[in-house]
């Protein structure tokens, strides 16, 4: 379970934490090194969807799941979580087929199914965001007369939200726990111990093993979630900084985000702190719903009261003024 629970944002920056006390002069007196970022190959084509993929303009592949509703009324794009991959939507996908929205779920560059020896490397924001514009826009042309949304989750969030203020083609986002705990919500030390780390030892990883953090309450998903190799569990230190900076990002261009915005957060929620979730939501100007889970965590896709956020999102895609079947929505965070 150890394994599970370090695997993301905070957990494993608290485990470089307890690295760094014990080699801090090693470090410091290590050759200087550089954060790797993975990458992109020449554009050649245009992007376009094959059987299970989504392939690039740079002909990467990009393993795709599909949830297909039978009679749809709506599409999603949904982007998973870091260390995670398109399973983060194996609860929502199905159900919110069978309610008649289909959902489309890809693999970002470097995780989950792509190749072995991009796995953990950090893609670099623009490459991420450029990813989910383009797939986007192919999905538009494939269901020209369904509205379609973006749901990120986590990581996936911080993605979608530089998107939204950029040019993804959508008709409003729905942010799942939103990874917004960037460099100005962290204390000096943590800023500090990251920095080092990322340049210094970047090929190095962190478990946040032995750590008392949870990401749900759903124990059976923590079992699953620690079962599957394709989920990370050994984070290096320049993913982690190449995603802190993302949520800089997606902070930064909340405010610019024009499209109609649903932010689902969970009370008990141990990797993004309250602090920061809070400060974005107050942040985003665009026409937005915000709901805060009294008995949510950070996975509420995966929490046992998940329904309760489908439900939410289900209703929301329908009508963005309808009442939330939760009853949890906040009028000010």
Request: aromatic share 10%.
């Amino acid at each position: 379970m150890d394994a599970v629970k370090g695997h993301f944002d905070k957990a494993a920056l608290a485990g470089i934490i307890a690295r760094l006390v014990s080699g801090l002069a090693l470090m410091v007196l290590a050759a200087c090194a550089s954060p790797v970022v993975m990458q992109r190959g020449l554009v050649r084509a245009n992007p376009f969807i094959a059987p299970h993929a989504q392939v690039t303009s740079d002909d990467q592949r990009l393993p795709l799941d599909v949830w297909a509703a039978k009679k749809p009324r709506a599409v999603v794009v949904a982007v998973h979580g870091f260390n995670g991959y398109a399973h983060d939507f194996i609860y929502a996908g199905p159900w919110l087929a069978r309610h008649g929205v289909t959902v489309y779920a890809y693999d970002q560059r470097g995780f989950g199914r792509n190749p072995r020896d991009t796995i953990g490397l950090w893609p670099g924001d623009g490459v991420l965001v450029s990813d989910l514009e383009s797939f986007t826009s192919i999905i538009r042309r494939r269901h020209p007369a369904l509205p379609v949304y973006v749901l990120g989750f986590s990581m996936g969030g911080a993605v979608t939200m530089v998107a939204a203020s950029e040019g993804l083609k959508a008709d409003g986002v729905i942010l799942v726990s939103p990874a917004v705990w960037g460099w100005r919500a962290m204390n000096p030390f943590y800023k500090s111990a990251l920095w080092l780390t990322a340049h210094t030892v970047p090929s190095e990883t962190a478990t946040g093993s032995g750590l008392d953090i949870w990401p749900t309450d759903n124990i059976d998903a923590l079992r699953a979630y620690s079962r599957d190799p394709l989920n990370i569990k050994a984070t290096r230190f320049d993913a982690m900084y190449g995603l802190v900076g993302l949520m800089d990002e997606a902070y930064d261009d909340a405010a610019r985000i024009k499209m109609p915005v649903l932010y689902l957060a969970g009370a008990h929620d141990e990797i993004v702190p309250a602090a920061p979730t809070r400060r974005t939501m107050r942040h985003i100007k665009a026409p937005k719903r915000l709901v805060i889970y009294a008995k949510g965590w950070h996975m509420l896709l995966h929490d046992r009261q998940r329904e309760w956020v489908y439900r939410d999102i289900l209703a929301w895609i329908g009508n963005h003024r309808v009442p939330l079947p939760s009853g949890e929505e906040v009028a000010k965070p």
